[in-house]
C-alpha cells in the first residue's frame, strides 16, 4: 500500500499569484461532518439556492477513482480501505475545480478539510482561509444507520460495515484538531445533524446570509 501511495503527490502544486487573486474574491464555505451527517444534500439544497457550486470531495475522488488507469486504482484501493487519500493530490484536484468554475458566485466544499495538514495546507497554496466552516453534528448512531441504509441501495461501494466503522474512525482520530483549528479562528459554525432536513437547512441558510 505504500508503494501505491508514494506514487500520488503528497504536497500540492503552487498557484500562481494570478490564480490566488482570482479565488480571493470568492466567497469559500467548507461544510465538514462525519460520513452520513447529511453534508452533500445540505450542499445541493444550498448551491441550488444561492446559485453557488458545491464541490463534494467525496464525488470528486470517486470519480477519480472510477478512472481505468493505474493512479484511479490506487485512488479506490486508498478509499475502500476507509483511509485518506494523499493531501497533495487532494488539494490539487481541489484547487483544479475552484479555478475551472471561478465565474461561480461562491463554493460549497464538502467533505474538506479532513485533518489538521489539508486545512493549513490550503491556506498556504490559495493564500486564504475559507470565509467560514461550517460543521454538521451527528451521532455515530445516527452515521451508521445512514450510511448502512444507503448502503442498501447499492449507491456506494464503500457503504458496507466494516468500511463505515474505519471511515467514522478515521474521521473522529482527525476531525478534532480541525475543529479546533477553526474554532481559534473564530470560524466555525455547529449545526445539530441529527434535526428533521428542513430544519438543518435553514440554519445552514443563516450561516450563508450572514457573508452576504
Known amino acids: 500500500m505504500g508503494l501505491c501511495q508514494a506514487r500520488l ?30 453534508k452533500g444534500v445540505q450542499c445541493e439544497r444550498l448551491a441550488a439556492k444561492y446559485d453557488f457550486q458545491h464541490l463534494g470531495m467525496g464525488n470528486l475522488l470517486r470519480e477519480e477513482a472510477g478512472r481505468p488507469t493505474g493512479q484511479g486504482r490506487q485512488i479506490k484501493d486508498i478509499m475502500m480501505k476507509g483511509a485518506l487519500v494523499p493531501l497533495g493530490f487532494v488539494l490539487d484536484l481541489l484547487n483544479a475545480n475552484l479555478l475551472k468554475s471561478e465565474e461561480a458566485k461562491g463554493f460549497l466544499i464538502d467533505g474538506f478539510p479532513r485533518e489538521l495538514n489539508q486545512a493549513k495546507e490550503f491556506e498556504n497554496v490559495v493564500g486564504r482561509p475559507p470565509n467560514i466552516v461550517i460543521v454538521l453534528d451527528c451521532s455515530t448512531e445516527t452515521m451508521i444507520q445512514r450510511l448502512l441504509l444507503r448502503g442498501q441501495t447499492g449507491t456506494r461501494a464503500d457503504d458496507n460495515e ?44 443563516s450561516v450563508i446570509d450572514s457573508l452576504l
Do not use: M, W
Open 162 to 205: 466494516a468500511t463505515v466503522r474505519q471511515r467514522l474512525g478515521t474521521h473522529y482520530s482527525l476531525c478534532e484538531p480541525v475543529v479546533a483549528y477553526y474554532q481559534q479562528k473564530n470560524l466555525l459554525r455547529n449545526i445539530l445533524g441529527e434535526e428533521p432536513e428542513d430544519a438543518i437547512f435553514t440554519k445552514c441558510c
Open 9 to 38: 503527490p503528497k504536497t500540492a502544486k503552487p498557484l500562481k499569484p494570478e490564480l490566488q487573486e482570482k479565488l480571493k474574491s470568492q466567497v469559500i464555505v467548507f461544510v465538514i461532518g462525519g460520513p452520513g451527517s447529511g
